[in-house]
């Protein structure tokens, strides 16, 4: 599939519910640098090893939609937090939860995605993640777990974005007019819509004007 790249903030995202035809399967993983076929291994869920995958071929068909080398996959580099990077002028950030893999890139700035299924868990356990006002308009909502979930994706686009993963703690995010703010930095929050049941947010730090999203079916 080419996506023609009209805005600065491209968002592709896949679906999947079961496993990948062998050929196709297989087809995709010899794409990827041995590097990353390692690095896929590692995973004992066929899930988790798909959406891996997945990923990184909608980070590949991102990249060369803007113009970059299709074996761009082959330059990546890893800061020293592990989060990847080119050596041009492209920032990218990807995630996954259930049966949802996403991808944002961009060539304006920092970029960083988040998305998670909504599913029952303790509350009490995240608690120490949140501010004090965050928590008190959690429990006090009657649709906690979704009010949850999305401060979490949102405070994790940011650390994505950031670069320095969790290494920062996700109470020092702050909500502040719109924004959100880190340190001296500011971010701006991008709700992305592709499922009810998954929130997602994205991060940028700049005014996103232009944003495309597009759903890439790799099994046709």
Known sequence: MIIAVTDNLLIVYTHFNTPLPTDKWQDYVEQLPMVLQQRMSRFRR?????AFLLGKLLLQQALYSMGYPADSLYQL?????NRPFLEQPVDFNISHAGEYVICAITTQGRVGIDIELIKPINLEDFQNYLTSQEWQAVVSSSVSYEVFYNYWTIKESVIKADGRGLSIPLRDIHFEAGMVRLDEQSWFIHPITVDPRYPCHCATNWVESNMQIKKINFVD
């Not at 580099?77 to 937090?81: F, K, L, T, V």
């Open 46 to 50: 066929w899930q988790d090893q798909q």
């Open 77 to 81: 580099q890893y800061n020293q937090y």
